[in-house]
């Protein structure tokens, strides 16, 4: 193995740790009966309190990566991350669940914008394609595995035994990060006022793939949450229903790498992968409204081949169009835009859903985000990147 491979090893075990952390716990802590989770609305708050860290924290995590290098915060988030895992094996009270859950939030909000960082930092722009493509591959199987190996280890050994997991996961992968992934200083920046950032960050080169990052990932997230529900309406079980999104986060995984390599030797553009992408999306969310099993799975896999299209694309177009001494910034920024719409998109079909039907949701999804594509399709003018995807 090459020793620019065995750098990018540790970033990808960050990556699948941050995604594993938060869905296998996620999705145990409802079917968890313990004092620490009492109500829906307890559920409700624990759920929030990961998400709601990574919007507040990952800009600031990612600046502060700028400042004094991203290793530093990529080993410093990690070590947090399991010693907020250890804090409810050790305390094992409800409190300390409220505690860990959020200690877990604000330490992946200091790795994970800083391990995409160190992604496009220890790549040339020209394989920035097959580095996040790479990368989001084994993000998209920490999210596989979280609810089907998180539901293993609560089984075995209840919550506690989860937290030991992740602890340990932690700790190792910090400990492979500081062995393996090379110091990379922080680069030399001319002053920025805030309207410089406000401009950096209302500019086309960010808002097209942060915009469609986001539409990608409310898209992940309402598969993941309403396809179960839609696959129960239909009078199928539990197995085909978590078939489904397992179907949907593999396809998911596998598009990426492609998609990633696809840019690099030039047969892929950005403009007309992120065209495809969500197109392929929205086609997916409407093909999700069609009765049984069909639908289902024909919606996991569109949404999960159009969602693994538009990732690596969009952040190696944001790597591209960002100066090297602020991609942490941008990836924290651009982070904060996957957060919301990993949140507004489930918000958006459940409101619609209450009002009329789910399928309305679905729709209404659908259209935001075709619009996205005829959008970019009408703009009629490339992102600004550098390299043979352009």
């Known amino acids: 193995m090459s020793a620019a491979r065995r750098q990018m090893w540790p970033l990808y075990a960050a990556g699948f740790t941050t995604a594993f952390g938060a869905h296998a716990i996620a999705a145990n802590l409802g079917g968890f009966s313990d004092e620490a989770v009492t109500s829906l609305l307890v559920l409700g708050g624990l759920l929030a309190l990961y998400d709601g860290a990574e919007v507040l924290l990952k800009p600031v995590f990612g600046s502060l990566a700028d400042r004094i290098g991203a290793r530093p915060v990529l080993l410093g988030g990690l070590v947090a991350f399991a010693a907020a ?9 409800p409190g300390w669940l409220w505690a860990a859950r959020l200690g877990q939030g604000a330490a992946a909000s200091a790795f994970s914008p800083s391990a995409s960082a160190l992604v496009a930092r220890l790549n040339p722009a020209a394989k ?14 920490g999210y596989t595995l979280g609810p089907l190996l998180g539901g293993l280890i609560v089984w075995a050994g209840g919550l ?3 937290f030991t997991v992740l602890a340990v996961l932690g700790a190792a992968v910090a400990l492979w990060a500081l062995l393996a992934v090379p110091v990379v200083a922080p680069l030399p920046k001319t002053r920025q006022t805030v309207l410089d950032l406000a401009r950096r960050l209302t500019a086309p080169a960010f808002l097209g793939p942060t915009a469609a990052l986001a ?19 239909a009078g199928l079980g539990t197995i085909a229903t978590g078939a489904a999104v397992s179907v949907l986060a593999l396809c ?13 030797d030039g ?6 992968g992120m065209i495809v992408g969500l197109s392929v999306t929205a086609i997916g969310l409407v093909a999700a409204v069609l009765p049984g099993l069909a639908g289902v799975l024909a919606g996991a896999a569109l949404i999960g081949v159009g969602t693994g299209l538009i990732t690596p694309l969009g952040f190696a177009a944001l790597a591209a169009s960002t100066p090297a001494e602020r991609l942490g ?22 409101g619609v859903a209450v009002l009329t039907t789910l399928n309305w949701g679905f729709a209404t999804l659908a259209a935001l985000i075709a619009g996205g594509a005829v959008f970019a399709f009408t703009r009629g003018r490339r992102p600004r ?4 995807g352009a």
């Open 252 to 264: 998911a995984a596998l598009v990426q790498p492609r998609a990633g390599r696809a840019l690099d």
């Open 329 to 350: 910034q941008t990836m924290g920024s651009a982070e904060l835009g996957r957060e919301l719409g990993d949140a507004g998109g489930p918000l958006l079909v459940a």
């Open 160 to 162: 506690r035994l989860l």
């Open 128 to 141: 920035h394609g097959r580095a996040f493509g790479s990368y989001g591959f084994y993000k998209s199987i």
């Open 85 to 93: 895992s250890a804090v409810y094996v050790i305390a094992d009270s």
């Open 267 to 272: 047969r892929l553009t950005v403009r007309t």
């Open 215 to 233: 539409a990608a990932t409310a898209a992940l997230s309402v598969g993941v949450g309403f396809l179960p529900v839609t696959g129960r309406a």
């Open 385 to 388: 990147i550098v390299g043979p």
